[in-house]
């Protein structure tokens, strides 16, 4: 089992699949004259209630209905045997880190980070899946993207897939995995500046500010809070003015909208940020085959799927 934090891991599968609480996707990438394309896809809705994303609960209330959706999601991108899997934000907690001093050894590094994230871990630490990526390294010490989950809940994900023959050697966040589709789209331009996604889903509402490359701030609303998506966009932007010597947005990218109307989230983003919302677009990633007008719902849909089979791109055999 791995549960990876965000940005450039070895050895991507060819095949992601993508469970929410409102549906499963999947999707399959093969790389063309040196250009990655997805080949195929498949969505299928889930009923309400019946994947139900927790950090410390059972996540599949009707297990026999999820699977079902499953197995005919794996069907038909070709029933792959070694898949990523991308699960919703809610079942981790993601923290940022910071140490004056790292050790040599990474074993060590790791006990450091279990121990710093046991204090405000849900449950007992030794029940915690905890991974990490490093961060952006400033004067005041080296800093690490910390994601700590339960193990049972990853695990509950992992067994749904094993039941068909599919092995989930990667296990990621969805808006981490946008955020790795933004910076593969993005490779030809300077990442100068930051820049914040804004992830509606239907179970919770999340936001990453990205400095170049690294994420520097990261938080998970759940959707029946009562505090509202222009409330959690207004604090997050203010802590980064005030406590991330914040000097404005380069671009501001929604993804998702839960399912809504994705405009009025834009017009809603752009009046409260002063700045133009772009919707995702992954296609500046990776190339579609036979498709000239596309959904915005089969773009957010790709998305965090384009982004974990693009997690190694640079290494990509052509």
Known sequence: ???????????????AVDMAADGIAAASLEWR????????????????????????????????????????V????????????????????VSL???????ARAQDLEQLIRWQVRKTAPFPIDEAQVSYTAGLDGPEGHEFVVALSRRSVIEEYEALCAEFGAHAGIVDLATFNIVNAVLAGSRSEALDG??????????????AIVRGEHIIFFRNRAADAEDTLADLVHQSTMYYEDRLS???????????????????????????????????????????????????????????????????RDEAKV
């Open 1 to 15: 089992m791995t549960l990876f934090a965000p940005i450039h891991r070895p050895t991507a599968p060819t095949v």
């Open 33 to 72: 004259a040196g250009q990655p394309v997805v080949v195929a896809h498949a969505v299928e809705p889930l009923a309400p209630g019946a994947l139900v994303p927790s950090l410390t609960a059972l996540n599949t209330h009707h297990r026999a209905v999820v699977a079902g959706t499953l197995g005919r």
């Open 74 to 93: 794996l069907e038909r991108v070709g029933r792959p045997r070694r898949i990523g899997l991308i699960v919703p934000d809610l079942v981790a907690k």
């Open 97 to 103: 880190v910071r140490f004056e001093k790292v050790p």
């Open 194 to 207: 930051d820049w914040m996604l804004v992830n509606v889903s239907a179970d919770s509402s999340s936001i």
């Open 246 to 312: 914040g000097g404005g947005f380069t671009r501001i990218v929604l993804a998702g909208a839960g399912g809504g109307d994705l405009d009025e989230a834009r017009r809603e983003l752009e009046q409260r940020l002063q700045l133009a919302v772009t919707p995702i677009d992954p296609r500046s990633a990776a190339r579609l085959t036979d498709r000239i007008a596309v959904a915005p719902s089969l773009l957010d849909m790709l998305a965090p799927l384009v982004g974990l089979l693009l997690r190694d």
